[in-house]
């Protein structure tokens, strides 16, 4: 089936609403949805699903889309097969969290094979995103939970560093900038990063995937010099 | 044996040169060494050994302290329970691949024992404070490799998280902040957390426990206000 997703670097941009900055994206990648139609929400990012779900569903029916969380369900592994899910959205948080929610609630498998097989849609934002790629290796979360393993859903064959920010946060600060976590990544792996600013997102319809929003992002390879990846052109690798 | 610990928050701060910031202070926790005693560097959490051992070695030189680093060893593991080892220095870098390190060389329990049984003293600079922490869950760290799991050397009952600065780091960037990272990992773990800024560093006497630098650094406990720890105060949790 083909591939369709929407990878959105962060619910919020400048201090805007929640999906402000990408409604009309989010509308346009998911279409017209009628009667029963919903997407399934997945909140296992954060800690508080029932408060996450609430801030999200008003987003999401203010876009005409009815949000049913996956943890309201006894089993979230048959509700995310149930033909009146068009749509999976994978909210963001921790990223270790989820990953390892995914593997305890045993849904990891489920969402790969719906979306891989079904060929329904796929919307992250975040860390939601970041478990798109093949790993949650360029994520930007704390390590608070110990996952099975570190391999994610590998939708595409790039990892995203949300949140992209080049250079020093703040001057004067040692930390280690963007870049240097991504070099450090490169040093002991291959797949390539992008370095998704918050005012951009990346749509893949089957082999396209091309790159939305405001701003340029930033294309990291092991060894090849930091490319530019500009808005409403295709990614080339 | 009575534990020496001497953790630093960062090795430069604000642009300065290596461990200047804290020069005094490294010659005071390591006192004089004579003839054939080194301190032991264990260089695992940068990819380049070989070139972060000639950094440091100069700056340990210059005040006045020979760097042997284990990766010049056949084993590390021999060389690190050598009576002419007075103190282990552990850099900075990436602290999953520290931490993976460690344990692809053996050298996790070797360096424990010889701290914990053999009261020598230890020194960490970033990673390195952090792996002397119980785990490497409050890690700025991008998690490029997976080790076999996030438990640390555990020399303190308290986790640092390095380089803290409080607030968002730029005006209007919507990646978490440390207090929110630091208050996720609350929602999974009990442990207080200590935000060590770049200004400070933390002496470890036996029980005593005291900051050291020009600002405050933060105490984080799960379910209670954040505090504020003084340089030149005791910790008490």
Redesign the interface.
């Known amino acids: 089936m083909k591939k369709q997703l929407l990878l959105v670097s962060?619910?919020?941009?400048?201090?805007g609403g929640y999906f402000e900055h990408c409604s009309n994206a989010i509308k346009e990648f998911f279409g017209p949805m009628t009667g029963n139609d919903k997407v399934a929400f997945v909140p296992y990012a954060l800690?508080d699903h029932d408060g996450y779900t609430s801030v999200v569903s008003k987003a999401f029916l203010d876009m005409g889309y009815k949000i049913e969380s996956v943890h309201t369900h006894k089993s979230p592994k048959d509700f995310i097969v149930d033909p009146s899910v068009k749509a999976i959205f994978v909210g963001g948080?921790?990223t270790?969290?989820l990953l390892n929610e995914l593997h305890k609630k045993g849904i990891l498998e489920t969402i790969r094979a719906k979306i891989q097989n079904d060929g329904i849609k796929y919307m992250g934002s975040s860390s939601g995103s970041n478990i798109a790629c093949p790993t949650?290796?360029?994520?930007?979360?704390?390590?608070?939970?110990?996952p099975p393993?570190?391999n994610a859903l590998g939708f595409v064959d790039f990892q995203i560093n949300?949140?992209f920010?080049p250079g020093s946060?703040?001057p004067?600060?040692?930390?280690?900038t963007r870049e240097t976590?991504?070099k450090?990544?490169h040093?002991?792996?291959n797949t390539p990063v992008i370095g998704l600013t918050?005012a951009n997102w990346i749509t893949v319809n089957g082999d396209k995937t091309i790159l939305h929003g405001e701003r340029d992002s930033f294309i990291f390879e092991k060894g090849k010099e930091v490319r530019m990846w500009r808005p409403e052109t295709e990614l080339v690798l």
Do not use: A, Q, W
């Not at 949650?136 to 110990?146: A, F, G, L, W, Y």
């Not at 004067?172 to 280690?176: A, Q, R």
């Open positions: 962060s619910s919020r941009c400048k201090n800690k948080g921790n270790f969290r949650i290796m360029t994520t930007n979360d704390m390590p608070i939970v110990m393993n570190f949300p949140h920010i946060l703040m004067g600060h040692m930390g280690e976590r991504i450090e990544y040093e002991e792996n918050e």
